[in-house]
């Protein structure tokens, strides 16, 4: 059997909901966890139920859960290899952010950029923090301050004296991070507003906040030592519309 669990997801694709995306995106992320997990496992890290996990294995055309478990064995056995065709799906993912962004109207967060009194932006890893960094760059192009929360110690100190005035962004890939989530509930219960950045799905993160804006994304490879391979162009990406949605929202006629 040489099918891939992402041909699959491919060939299938319009037949899933957001449900069945953020379970997707969930396994792509656990692979080696998921092949050991028992369907309620699954359903219980998903914040979804064990029958919406059957159904999303039978619309991937699959007979039921343990297919799909024999499928990640099979995949999880194998020896590294790239799939040429990880390229046309790269470009896949760019496209329907790129499609999702024009479509999107942005007037709510360019409402909280002019109103608020502080903003704030932390990024949960390397990527992130370099997707941070590049937003403060453009959001200072408009006269815009971003206030980079840098680790840990930073979030704890933030968490005490940010105010309902002020507003963040969130960035994360999965939206599963612990340590941003439970940053995000404390500011919540604050009052801050929350603007979050991560991939499309019914992800933990962006039913905290205040906005999301999701992006579409994938594992293009795991490598031998486990290190996960994603395209986070994306990040970039989102970043630039802001910007160019600020200036039309704030100058067009």
């Known amino acids: 059997m040489d099918i891939r669990l992402e041909t ?25 966890k998921c092949e050991s997990m028992s369907i309620q496992e699954l359903a219980s890290n998903c914040n979804v139920s064990h029958t919406t996990i059957l159904r999303f294995a039978q619309k991937i055309g699959l007979n039921g859960y343990s297919e799909l478990k024999f499928y990640l064995k099979l995949e999880n056995n194998k020896k590294c290899t790239f799939d040429k065709g990880e390229i046309i799906s790269i470009s896949d993912d760019i496209n329907k952010t790129i499609d999702l962004l024009i479509q999107r109207d942005f007037s709510d967060i360019c409402y909280l950029l ?13 990527i ?10 453009n959001l200072l192009s408009i006269g815009k301050l971003v206030n980079i929360v840098e680790g840990n110690d930073e979030v704890e100190t933030i968490t005490n004296y940010i105010t309902e005035d002020d507003m963040i962004f969130l960035i994360s890939l999965s939206g599963e991070n612990n340590t941003v989530n439970k940053f995000a509930k404390d500011l919540n219960n604050k009052g801050v507003k929350i603007i979050s950045i991560t991939e499309s799905g019914n992800n933990t993160l962006s039913k905290i906040s205040d906005i999301n ?17 994603f395209s986070a162009s994306q990040f970039f990406i989102i970043n630039e519309f802001l910007l160019v949605k600020y200036l039309e929202y704030k100058y067009s006629k």
């Open 8 to 32: 699959l997801i491919y060939d299938n694709y319009k037949k899933l909901n957001e449900n069945d995306k953020h379970i997707w995106n969930y396994i792509l992320n656990n692979k080696s």
């Open 114 to 126: 002019d109103s608020c009194k502080n903003i704030y932006a932390y990024g949960t890893c390397e």
């Open 128 to 137: 992130q923090s370099n997707a941070v960094r590049e937003l403060k760059r």
């Open 213 to 229: 804006i999701q992006f579409y994304t994938h594992e293009v490879i795991r490598l031998e030592d486990n290190l996960q391979i």
